[in-house]
């Protein structure tokens, strides 16, 4: 791929529509060798976007789940202890007339086998690849820290095996909800990109390439409605993996058009708040009044 | 790109790096460099593809693609046709909101770095302002700012046990893992006390000569509220009423009007003596007061009987943990304890604090967190 368009084109082609602000940093991104880090509200298609490139490039999409108090040994690699305990106890078996050598035996402990690779571990091996380091944000400061190491030599090193390095350094999406500031270092060696809710003439086009099935007036009106709740300082404004919970939830229910009745039944697939439900009825009354 | 100054690309882009650090956008030397990279990558004959590029290496965050978008407008001449930067005003963030300027487009590079200075010290005056002499307008930057208050909750010793680096050893767990590993001895674990959040009793005085501090004081009820604590939260005058239901709504407007709905006795005397003794009676000696952190926001202006006062606090000094007296009028020049209710009640807080502007309601969450 050797343009922005290009790349456009191609997400396009697995389903995933970019304006050319997001293709262009995914081909820089892709060009220069760094991290992509994607910020955004929730729902705006962050993790998707790591998908659509795994499946564009025919890759393996490798994800790591940050969560509070993850560390090196859950995103790198551990060894698998009693496994190689039981192989211990197997040597001392298979050998009791005392010929088993020390030396030997040790290393064999620390074998390929015994060794259980982690999300980053397996990014690095299998590369090419495409490793989506997910919610980074919840993760602690000192799981920042690692990551930087990583990022900028793409190798790990393993005491007991040696050091690990990628052929080529796989593709790397970070993806934050911004709970948290991240680290200014980490945040200097990505590419950075907000990733913002569509304007309605792009999301209109996602629901027809996600949602086929979901009638083209229907796509339209429920995007338009969507679009309006956006400005309606709820708790938690809808995004466009709600918008497509929507649409499909009203196609199951038979709606060719959009019936305000039937968007009001199905308010759960939208608004996740009880107080936010309320608003979006006082919205969808005075719609029905016009 | 054109360079009809006549200077070379790289001192324009350079230039440019140089305006938007100036602008308040933190770029380093290597930002700079991967800047510099990116544009040579996506062409400089393509405007559109610039603007990506730096926004992509220069900026760290939300809060500074604005001013790139401004900067990158005043540096290069007209954007219409890149993409547009983001409409911001329907996003929420945790920082303390500064007040939208009319047209900030007109301006750049120096008066833009100016504008933000001038509304940031806006917000920092309002932090040090009386509440009760506020405007509409300063009242609503007010409570974005009440909002935008993370309390932290008071903590006590808890019954159970929690893994920890240090500590005695967890003879439980220790054993547990080395079974899991077939017997071999492993790693030792130790353990320590855990801490859970002790509760927060607030008792608000919504009598009329507190009343232009009552709004604020029920935001700051729901900012509590809003914590993992366990919190109740009373308003007091001539009756005890429990807002706490109300308040757990999210939503601090609607929370608001809810516990307005409560309220019977808005902006009426003050009988802090009585209603402290129905609160004691009905609630507080049952269990809610036992070991809590009370805070009583009021200025003791008691119509009733002082001596009452003064042994209903007693009664809840030797419950409570921690009493913590909030007078708004504490942090006024010349302010004398005089008050009948004040001189009553005073021997039995733990502490006595301000409770008018916005810093002074930061010092008495931080009083409540270290109780």
């Known amino acids: ?290 | 790109m054109s360079t009809p100054t006549g200077h070379p690309p790289e001192e324009i882009l350079l230039g440019f790096t140089r305006a938007l650090r100036a602008a308040g956008v933190r770029v380093t030397q290597d930002r700079a460099t991967g800047f510099l990279t990116a544009t040579a990558i996506v062409g400089l004959g393509d405007p559109g593809g610039v603007y990506v590029a730096g926004r992509a290496t220069l900026c760290s965050g939300p809060d500074d693609l604005e001013r790139y978008d401004q900067v990158f407008e005043a540096w290069f001449g007209d954007r219409s046709g890149l993409p547009g930067s983001i409409p911001r005003e329907h996003r929420r963030d945790v920082a303390t909101p500064l007040p939208v300027s009319d047209d900030p487009g007109e301006h750049g590079g120096e008066a833009e770095r100016e504008i933000i200075r001038a509304a940031a010290s806006q917000a920092e005056v309002l932090r040090h302002r009386d509440v009760a002499g506020m405007d509409a307008a300063q009242k609503a930057l007010l409570d974005a700012m009440i909002r935008a208050l993370r309390p932290r909750p008071p903590v006590r010793r808890a019954a159970r046990h929690t893994p920890w680096r240090r500590g005695a050893v967890d003879l439980q767990r220790t054993l547990r893992s080395s079974l899991r590993l077939m017997g071999e001895p492993a790693q030792v674990r130790h353990r320590r006390r855990a801490t859970v959040p002790r509760r927060v009793v607030l008792l608000i005085d919504v009598s009329a000569s507190m009343r232009p501090y009552a709004d604020a004081l029920l935001r700051l009820a729901h900012a509590v509220v809003c914590t993992a604590a366990p919190v109740e939260v009373f308003t007091v005058g001539t009756r005890l009423t429990r807002i706490t239901l109300p308040l757990r709504t999210t939503d601090p407007d609607r929370a608001l009007v809810r516990a307005g709905d409560e309220v019977p006795d808005w902006a009426g005397g003050t009988r802090l003596g009585e209603t402290l003794e129905a609160f004691l009676d009905r609630w507080g000696a049952r269990g809610m007061a036992r070991g809590a952190v009370v805070v009583v926001f009021s200025d003791g202006w008691e119509r009733g009987d002082p001596q009452l006062l003064g042994d209903q606090l007693a009664r809840l000094g030797r419950l409570a943990h921690r009493v913590v007296w909030v007078n708004p009028h504490r942090g006024k020049d010349g302010y004398q304890p005089v008050q009948q209710g004040i001189v009553a009640a005073l021997p039995h807080c733990d502490h006595f604090v301000a409770g008018h502007s916005l810093r002074s309601f930061e010092q008495v969450l931080e009083v409540v967190g270290n109780a």
């Open chain 1, 1 to 290: 791929m050797d343009s922005p368009s290009a790349v456009s084109q191609a997400l396009g082609q697995t389903g995933y529509l970019t304006d050319p602000a997001l293709a262009t940093v995914v081909f820089l991104a892709e060009r220069m060798q760094r991290p992509l880090l994607l910020e955004g509200e929730p729902g705006t298609g962050k993790t998707a976007l790591a998908e659509a490139l795994a499946q564009l490039r025919g890759v393996p999409l490798i994800r790591l789940q940050c969560y509070e108090g993850i560390d090196a040994s859950q995103a790198l690699y551990d060894w698998d202890f009693p496994r190689q305990i039981l192989h211990l106890r197997t040597l001392e078996a298979a050998t009791r007339d005392g010929s088993l050598d020390p030396v030997d035996a040790e290393k064999s402990l620390f074998d390929e086998r015994f060794l259980l690779a982690r999300p980053v571990l397996r990014a690095l091996r299998e590369s090419p690849s495409v490793l989506l380091i997910d919610e980074v944000d919840r993760a602690d400061d000192e799981f920042e820290a690692f990551l930087l190491e990583v990022l900028s030599s793409w190798a790990v090193s393993i005491p007991e095996l040696g050091t690990v390095v990628a052929t080529t350094p796989p593709t790397v999406v970070l993806t934050s909800n911004r709970t948290r500031e991240l680290h200014d270092a980490l945040k200097r060696r990505c590419l950075y990109h907000w990733i913002d809710h569509p304007g309605l003439d792009r999301e209109v086009a996602i629901v027809r390439s996600r949602a086929p099935e979901v009638p083209d007036a229907l796509a339209r009106q429920v995007v338009a409605l969507v679009q309006t709740l956006r400005t309606e300082h709820l708790l938690k404004p809808p995004g466009v993996a709600e918008t497509l919970d929507w649409a499909r939830a009203l196609e199951q229910l038979g709606a060719t058009e959009l019936d305000l009745e039937q968007a009001a039944a199905t308010l759960g697939a939208v608004v996740k708040y009880r107080e936010d439900t309320d608003r979006v009825r006082h919205v969808l009354d005075r719609m029905l009044a016009r």
